[in-house]
């Protein structure tokens, strides 16, 4: 049986098991047109010849020890074991939730458990008076993106140059989702 925690200090040695990276058999790639009277961006699904696979580099213990002193993260765990994490902050002069960091062990994805997991944290950001849910995940990630999009986010930014100054076009460019806890777009 899966049950959902606050995350403590004590997890942060867990997360070598759960912060892994991805792999993606597409990528959205960015169309970017700029004039003086129009700027649009446009992301179009792309499957790739190769797919693309990304580790991640797990963080400094000390850099995941203060997002957790808020309280504002969360731990699913089985048999007193971390399965999958919500690490998030909240930002009170907007009313944001920032969900630093979402991630499922690859064994238990696909088993409802990423969604249970997001129920808690909309709960947790409604309980403390958030409007809205905001998330970064890069064009690459695909798969997070599907994920995301099924638990009610929609993409309603991007960012060009928040990993290296030459991201565009041919690196990975930062997408931030976002959920609206109060309020829905079409």
């Avoid at 695909?142 to 994920?147: G, T």
Wanted: aromatic share 12%; proline share 5%; charged share 20%.
């Amino acid at each position: 049986m899966v049950y959902i925690r606050v995350f403590t200090a004590s997890d942060i040695p867990s997360l070598r098991n759960i912060i892994f990276g991805y792999v993606s058999h597409e990528k959205y790639t960015l169309a970017w047109n700029e004039t003086p009277e129009t700027t649009s961006f446009t992301l179009h699904l792309t499957p790739l010849p190769v797919p693309y696979v990304k580790h991640f580099d797990l963080e400094p213990a000390d850099y995941y020890t203060d997002i957790i002193t808020n309280g504002f993260s969360l731990a699913a765990c089985s048999e007193e074991r971390v399965i999958a994490i919500a690490l998030g902050t909240i930002q009170s002069w907007n009313h944001s939730f920032w969900l630093q960091e979402f991630h499922v062990m690859r064994d238990f994805q696909g088993q409802g458990i990423g969604q249970q997991l997001m129920d808690a944290v909309k709960g947790l950001a409604r309980a403390n008076d958030c409007r809205i849910i905001i998330c970064e995940t890069q064009n690459t990630n695909v798969p997070a993106i599907r994920f995301y999009r099924r638990m009610g986010f929609k993409v309603e930014a991007l960012d060009l140059s928040l990993y290296t100054n030459s991201d565009y076009p041919n690196q990975e460019i930062a997408l931030f989702m976002k959920y609206r806890l109060h309020e829905r777009l079409p």
